[in-house]
């Protein structure tokens, strides 16, 4: 048997470690932006420099939802074993009061398919983030 707790912290702790993979996508990022404000926009090479700044948005939101998730972890993972699937559907309540529209009604996920979602981000994240890295080698290294 699986203890909700330690999962839940466990989640937590990898969608923390995955937010730093992002950090990398924010600086090769911002080097992309410098690269194009000093290097001269009008380069074959902007293209490429273009494209790595691009792809930060994506990598700024799944540090976003990296760094929200971790904390949703961590407030599930502080709770008693029997109250996971309660902070679950009032973590859910809570989204619909957020959004300021009720959301159609869904069942509430059950912790271990969050936390493959969480997982999913990571692993998207770090997706992004190895593109960028080698769209920003191929810019560097073009004529």
Known sequence: M??????????????????????VSLGLAML???????GGSASPRAWG???VAALGIPGAWYR???????????????RDEGAVAARLAAFDA????????????VATGALPERVR?????VVRAASV???QALVALLAALAP
């Open 2 to 23: 699986i203890d909700d707790r330690m999962l839940a912290s466990t989640a937590g702790r990898f969608c923390t470690a995955g937010a730093t993979i992002t950090h």
């Open 32 to 38: 992309a932006l410098v690269v194009l404000a000093f």
């Open 49 to 51: 420099w273009g494209l």
């Open 64 to 78: 976003f939802r990296l760094a929200f998730d971790a904390g949703v972890f961590a407030d599930v993972a502080a």
């Open 94 to 105: 809570a989204l619909d009061v957020l959004s300021g529209h009720p959301r159609k009604v």
């Open 117 to 121: 979602g969480a997982r999913r981000l």
């Open 129 to 131: 983030t190895l593109a």
